[in-house]
């Protein structure tokens, strides 16, 4: 590691006040890379350190280096499989930024310490996923390489601490940002212990606080993705895009609620039924190395006819040689044996189980958004990289790449205005809660059930994950999207104006915030795209409920009423992308 500068960094341009909330592989590389060039640095995490998201990525980073070119591969194709997994709704500079970019960061990682797999003639080993055209993932640890990156950030990050070169809060849980004068300032948070909210000044926060997780009943996310970073930079007034869109990961073992890495298909393992029928060839030709949502759905629906599915890599053993499973997949070896499986020995039971968020935080590659003084990274963000659907492997990547960006253009204090080269079409006023969704309140006027306006009634976390699963999942319907749009929208306005007592209300309150979000988007959207898909409309027919023409581009949600010198206005997105008003 190289010294921090001494106070002017990039140019001679002056050091930044930097809080970084989260401590991922996002958080973990822009702190260490923001110390590297001179800003003041403060990480903020609500946990330990080693409590992320990132921490139990099972998958690798996908990047395209020499021996991948010379075996054939290239960047172009690294493009062209993120753009087809995604359905061609990604931004694609954020795409050709994050790809283009991805070796020199994996280069980076080792530098810092992280032990990558190689083959036997040293290079790093190359590993092929669903939908990848060539193998082009590194891993660590075989399938643990979350945990290891991680580990090997961490040991940097308490270096530097103990140099005294940045600042390290653990179990320190953000509540709200500070705006002032339309800017972000800083944030409040609830210190480590208990005692009285606390405030940190900064000339920037980065918001890199990972998933949503805990928004469903299954998951593959840690406890902690409660969606805070999202939430966080909603009650700011800032844009919020392609909520709707969530991905599914297709293997969760239910017995241990225990992901099996996509990396164990890309070997050859195949997905059967309860007779024993392998069926993912008669769903897509690239059967169980299709997209995620594919292959999430065909389980889902196999799953709905009350057959069980489970994961065959018997045959994978078989070829390789016996205990090759074992050796390339030690942790999910380790925690199937817990639950009494044995990946190599019998087919396992896996169902599909909410995964990663696509939308998230409106950004550019910088991370800017469109409030001064806050950045985001990570799956925090939504910087159109994903699209419809993420590409395998590419979201530790993405962390890396726009991470780094985050914190090294520190310099550049603008806002990101809402359609600044960014591909969003839509962007809509969102009133911040208690109104039902019109098409519920025409469902209920029609039947007598309700007056038309959303129940202001608070909900407790097993009913938001109840609706979440239920309505917001695999599959969906206008009807139920519109009765949790409504619902969560009621929990909401049951609680403006009083603020969460505990890290457990405050936490709720997120949830609440980001389910009510991707209930609104899924709504806006009628037709199927990627991972979002409405059993009601199930062709790429791409209409919008409030009749204001096609949505087939990238949508974006903000509060009502909140207004800062760079939100979307009519002065400046053009008319045709900004409908301000109800979104239905």
Known sequence: MSAPGAGRVDGGRTAREL????????????????????????????DALADSNSWYAQGGICGVGPAGVA???????????????????????????????????IEALAELGTAFDRDATGNLALGLEAAHAHARIVHAGGDATGRVVASALIAVVRRLAAAGSLTVHEHCFATDLVVESGAVTGLDYLPAGGGRPARLRADVVLLATGGIGSLYAWT?????????????????????????????????????????????????????????????????????????????????RVRATGSEVYLDARGVEARRGTGFLAARFPAITGHLAADGLDLAAAPVPVAPAQHYWMGGVFADACGRTTVPGLRVAGETACTGTHGANRLASNSLLEALVHGFRAVTTLHDDGALLAGESSGLEHVFELPEG????????????????????????????????????????????????????????????????TAPRTRADAELRNLTTVGRLIAEAALARTGSIGAHYRLDTPAKAETTAHGAGSVGGRVGFVRAGVRTTTHPSTAQVPADRLLIGSTH
């Not at 989260?22 to 060039?37: F, K, Q």
């Not at 960047?75 to 050709?96: C, K, Q, W």
């Not at 309140?441 to 994950?465: H, N, Y």
Request: hydrophobic share 45%.
């Open 19 to 46: 809080v970084i909330v989260g401590s991922g592989v996002a958080g973990l590389y822009a702190a260490i890379t923001a110390v590297e060039h001179g800003h003041r640095v403060t990480l903020l995490t609500k």
């Open 71 to 105: 075996a054939g591969d290239s960047v172009a194709s690294h493009i062209e499989d993120t753009l087809i997994a995604g359905a061609r709704l990604n931004n694609p500079a954020a795409v050709r930024d994050v790809c283009s970019s991805a070796w020199g960061h």
């Open 220 to 300: 593959t996310n840690p406890a902690g993705a409660t969606g805070d970073g999202a939430a966080l930079a909603w009650r700011a007034g800032v844009l919020v895009a392609d909520a709707e869109f969530v991905q599914f990961h297709p293997t969760l073992v239910p017995a241990g609620r225990f992901m099996i890495s996509e990396a164990v298909r890309g070997e050859g393992a195949v997905l059967i039924d309860g007779s024993g029928r392998r069926f993912m060839p008669d769903v897509h030709p690239d059967a169980e190395l299709a997209p995620r949502d594919v292959v999430a759905r065909a389980i889902h």
């Open 434 to 497: 208690g109104d039902a969704a019109p098409e519920t309140i025409m469902r209920e006027t029609t039947t007598g059930e309700d007056s038309g306006r959303s129940a202001r009634v608070p909900l407790t976390l097993d009913a938001v994950r109840d609706l979440s699963t239920a309505y917001l999942g695999v599959e969906r319907t206008g009807e139920g999207l519109a009765l949790a749009a409504a619902a969560l929208a009621g929990s909401l306005a049951a609680g403006e104006g």
